[in-house]
Nanobody
Framework: QVQLVESGGGLVQAGGSLRLSCAAS????????MGWFRQAPGKEREFVAA????????DYADSVKGRFTIARDNAKNTVYLQMNSLKPEDTGVYYC??????????????????WGQGTQVTVSS
């Protein structure tokens, strides 16, 4: 059974930082592109960042480029999202997702095979 478990969310002031983690089990982690998506209240879920299975490629939404960094540790079956210079508009539920051996549809929800339950990030102004 595949499980993706996010952690590291919380309440932070604008300008602060958080690091999200997503621990994967039940799959061959090194064969999956990993992505982070988020959903703000009343809005659709949106792409945030992705990292290829080899970690050679990364991709970021324009809204987070230069502030967020995605990384992975294949030995620990974990993907991370370091979030710096947080803004109130970064508030939302953050989800990690796994996409087997793919890259071309990394920004599209339906391209992913597995999803976590999400972790809440709240940025106060």
């Amino acid at each position: 059974q595949v499980q993706l478990v996010e952690s590291g969310g919380g309440l932070v002031q604008a300008g602060g930082s958080l690091r999200l983690s997503c621990a994967a089990s039940g799959l061959t982690f090194s064969r999956y592109t990993m992505g982070w998506f988020r959903q703000a209240p009343g809005k659709e879920r949106e792409f945030v960042a992705a990292i290829s299975w080899s970690a050679f490629d990364t991709d970021y939404a324009d809204s987070v480029k230069g502030r967020f960094t995605i990384a992975r540790d294949n030995a620990k079956n974990t993907v991370y999202l370091q979030m710096n210079s947080l803004k109130p508009e970064d508030t939302g539920v953050y989800y990690c997702a796994a996409y087997r051996m793919g890259w071309s549809t990394r920004r599209i929800e339906r391209g992913y095979d597995y999803w976590g339950q999400g972790t809440q990030v709240t940025v106060s102004s």
